[in-house]
C-alpha cells in the first residue's frame, strides 16, 4: 500500500463536495478539532439566532412569543426538522429535555408495554448514564436488568430466557465507536418479544439512521456532539408511531397533555410523541439547535457517511506507525465516526491526549486507556486528518508526552 | 381614604430605593408590563453573557470549556447563587432540568424515605403539572394521591390520618395569588410525620423566602418567573442537608454520582444536593440566568417585598371601582406578587385582557375567570400601577373589551 501525502490529502480536500460546510462553522486559528463526537463546534449561524430570539422575541414581544415565535410548538417543529436524520416521521420526534431523563422515560414506557416480563437488557460497556437510568428505572418498576456484550452472541443468549422487556443500546459505542447494526439487532429483539430502545448520542448527524425502516421502537439522542447544538443542547425522543396511543412514560407534565390549556385535574396523555414531553423547555438553548438543524437541512448525509468512512480509514492507515492499539472495529461497515486507540502503556494515554491538545489537535481521553478522536466531515478537511494523524506519531515516537506537564488531570476528563 | 393620583404615584418612583434597576432591563416602549409572573423580561445583561457563552467559551474553546469556564459545576455555581433568595445554604440548591422533572423527582424521594406511609397530599387548585407529575409519581410507587384546599381546614384532616408520606403545595397559588404560611404550614406536616415539598415558581424572586428556617425538606422552582431568565430556563431543586445523604431520587444520571468521572457501572449517588441532578444542563440557557442572578445578588429582598406589597394594595384600591370580584386575599401578608381579579360575566374575563393588552397593559388570563396581574418591583414603576389600574377601570366601564376581535383566542392562554 502506497501512503497517501499530504498533497493528496489537499486534492480530496478540493474535490470535497461537503467543503463548502467548514466555512458555516467558527473553528479557532490552529486548531484541529477531532472531539466534535463530544462538543460539536459553533455554527456561525446560532450565536444571531440565539441573539435574535433573545433581543426580539423574548426581550421585546415578552410573554406573547409563546404563540407569535411558535415557543410552545417548538419540541415538535425541533422534532420534524430532526426527523430526517434519524429516519423518522416528523411526528415521532419531540425535542425537550436530557438524555439521561429520555432514556428513564423510554425505559419506563418500555418496561409498562411488556408487563410480564422484567428484565430490561443494556449493554456492559455503555456510557454510565445509560446504565445509571437503567438501574433507577428497573428499581422502581420492580424490574431487573442484565448486561450483556452486545457484540458477541451474549445478547442472543439473553433474549433466549424470554423475559426481556426491552434491550437499551448505543447505536455507536462511546469509547470504542462499534456501530452496531441497527436492523439486524432490532429484529432479533423483536423477534424475542422485546422492545428496543435505541441509544443515538454518538451516531446521530455522522451516520445515516433508518429508525422506522429498522423498526426501532424508542430512541433518545443528544444534539450536542455531531449536531452541533452547544453544550448541554435539549435531546430529543423517538416514539415509534405504533405506540403513540399506548406508550406511558412517567414524568407526566403539562405538556405531554392531551387539552393543555383547559388547566383540568387530571393527566390524560396525547397520543402522539408529544406524550414524551414533559414541561416548558430552555427556549434560548433550543435556539441554538434549530440554527444548527437548518443548516442540517442542506446536508446529504449518504455523503456524511462516505467522507466519515474515508477519514476514520485514512488516520487509522496514517497512524499505524505510533504502535498503538486499534480498539475501534477495523470494518467500515462497522465503525462510528470515530477512531479509539489504546497504549500498550496504560499510563501513557492521558499525556498522549494532552501533548496532542498543546500542539493543536484536539480529542479526548476515556478511561482507563482510551485515546478519542472524533471526525466530522462538515467542518473537518483531509489535510486536518492528515495533520492530527502526523502529529500522534510524532507525540508517541518521541515520547513528548513524557512530559510531566502532560500528567495533570482535569476535573473533566 | 382619599384616593391616590398619578401625581403621587411620581413621588413614590422619585423615592423608591429599587428605581435604579428598572434600566437594567429591557422594557419595550408604550408597554406596562403585568406578566412578570409569567416571563419575566429580559436582564440587559444576559444577552451579552450568552453571547460570551456561546461565543468565546462555546466557540473559541470547545470542549476544554467543561474544565475552564466552570460548565461542568455550573449546576452548583448556579444553585449557590440562588440559594440567598430561598433562605438556603450555597450547597442545598442545585440548578438543572425542568419543574416537571424536579418535582417527580422530590416526590419519589418523599416517598422512598417515609415507606409505611402511601399518601402524597396535594393541593385541588395547583398548576396543572404539579397534579400531573403527582399522579405520575405515585401511579409508579403503588402510593395515591389525596387532594385538599390548603387554605381551609382540608389540610390538617388529611394529615391527622397518619398515612402521609409527604405534602406538596404551592407557596404562592398561580391563579389566586395566595400566599401560604411556610413555617406554619411546614410545621404542622412535620408535626403529622410527613414531609414537606414546596413549589416556589410563583414566589421565589418576588417574596422572602427561608426555606431552611422554616423547615422545609424539598423545593422546587422555575427561574423564568420573578427571576428574569427566559424562557422555559433550567429549575431548580432544593434539598435540606439532612436529606443529603438519604433521599434517593429515580433519575439517577452520571452528574448526581458520586464519582462521575470514574465511569463505573454502578450508581452510587454523591452525598450533597447533587444526587438531585441527572445529566447535561443547557449552559446557553444557563448564562442568561446567570446574568439574572448576579443582578439579584445586589437586590435586597425585604425591599422587593415592600413594594411588592405597596403595588398590589394601590392596585386593588385603583381598580376597585371597576367592580370586578378579587380573588386574591385582601390581606397583604397573605398576598404574593400577583392580583388576581374576576369578571361577574364569565365571559368577559379574556375579552378584557386582550383589551387591555391592546392598550399596552399586558396581564394574562387563567381559566375559567381569572384575570391575572402580576407585580415585579425591579422594573415596575407605581405609575404603571396606576395607569394600568386606570386603563383596566376605563375597559370595563365602557365595554371596551366586547369588541369581536378580543375574543378570539390564542394557542397559549
New interface residues.
Given amino acids: 500500500m502506497t501512503q497517501i501525502t499530504r498533497e493528496d490529502c489537499a486534492k480530496l480536500d478540493a474535490a470535497d463536495p461537503l467543503a463548502p460546510f467548514r466555512d458555516e462553522f ?1 473553528l ?1 486559528d490552529g ?1 484541529i ?1 477531532l ?1 466534535g463526537n ?2 460539536g ?2 455554527p456561525k449561524a ?2 444571531g439566532r ?2 435574535d430570539l ?2 426580539r ?11 407569535t415565535a411558535g ?3 417548538k419540541p415538535r417543529t425541533l422534532g420534524a426538522k430532526l426527523a430526517p436524520l434519524v429516519g423518522a416521521a416528523p411526528h415521532e420526534v419531540v425535542v425537550g ?5 429520555n432514556l ?1 422515560k423510554a425505559v ?1 414506557a418500555a418496561l409498562r408495554l411488556a408487563p410480564d416480563r422484567r428484565v430490561v437488557v443494556g449493554e ?1 460497556g455503555n ?3 445509560d ?3 437503567t ?3 428497573v ?3 420492580g424490574a431487573t436488568e442484565r ?1 450483556v456484550d452486545p457484540d458477541g452472541p451474549e445478547l442472543a443468549e439473553a433474549l433466549a430466557a424470554g423475559d426481556v422487556a426491552a434491550v437499551l443500546l448505543s447505536h455507536v459505542d462511546y469509547r470504542t465507536g462499534a456501530l452496531r447494526d441497527m436492523a439486524g439487532i432490532t429484529r432479533m429483539v423483536h423477534d424475542s418479544g422485546a422492545l428496543m430502545i435505541w441509544d443515538l448520542c454518538h451516531s446521530v448527524g455522522a451516520v445515516p439512521i433508518e429508525l422506522s425502516a429498522w423498526g426501532a421502537d424508542f430512541a433518545v439522542g ?1 444534539t ?1 456532539k455531531y449536531l452541533n447544538a ?6 430529543f425522543s423517538y416514539v415509534a408511531e405504533r405506540h403513540h396511543a399506548t406508550a406511558r412514560q ?6 405531554g ?1 392531551a387539552r ?8 390524560v396523555p396525547v397520543d402522539t410523541a408529544s406524550r414524551f414531553l ?9 435556539a ?1 439547535l434549530e440554527a444548527s438543524l437548518d443548516l442540517f437541512a442542506r446536508v446529504d448525509m449518504r455523503r456524511v457517511r462516505e467522507k466519515s468512512v474515508a477519514m476514520t480509514e485514512m488516520f487509522i492507515d496514517l497512524t499505524a506507525p505510533a504502535g498503538l492499539g486499534l480498539v475501534t472495529p477495523r470494518d467500515a461497515e462497522r465503525r462510528g465516526s470515530q477512531v479509539a486507540l489504546s497504549h500498550p502503556d496504560p499510563e501513557a494515554g492521558y499525556p498522549t491526549v494532552q501533548a496532542l ?1 498543546a500542539r493543536g489537535v ?1 480529542g ?1 481521553f ?2 482507563p486507556d482510551v485515546l478519542r478522536f472524533g471526525f466530522t466531515p462538515l467542518y473537518l478537511r483531509y489535510v486536518d486528518v492528515f495533520d492530527a494523524a502526523t502529529a500522534l506519531v510524532e507525540v508517541v515516537r518521541t515520547g513528548e508526552w513524557r512530559d510531566p506537564r502532560f500528567a495533570e488531570r ?4
Same sequence: chains 1, 2.
Fill in positions: 467558527v479557532p486548531v478539532y472531539d463530544s462538543l463546534a459553533l446560532a450565536p440565539v441573539a433573545i433581543e422575541e423574548w426581550g421585546r414581544d415578552l410573554v406573547k412569543s409563546w404563540n415557543w410552545w410548538d429535555d436530557g438524555t439521561s431523563a428513564f419506563i456492559t456510557f454510565p448514564t446504565l445509571y437510568i438501574q433507577g428505572a428499581e422502581l418498576m448486561r443528544c450536542y452547544g453544550p448541554g443542547a435539549p435531546a412517567p414524568l407526566s407534565g403539562w405538556h397533555h393543555p390549556f383547559d388547566f383540568t385535574g387530571d393527566y414533559s414541561g416548558s423547555q430552555p427556549l434560548v438553548a433550543d441554538a491538545i484536539i479526548d476515556r478511561a482535569a476535573q473533566v476528563t
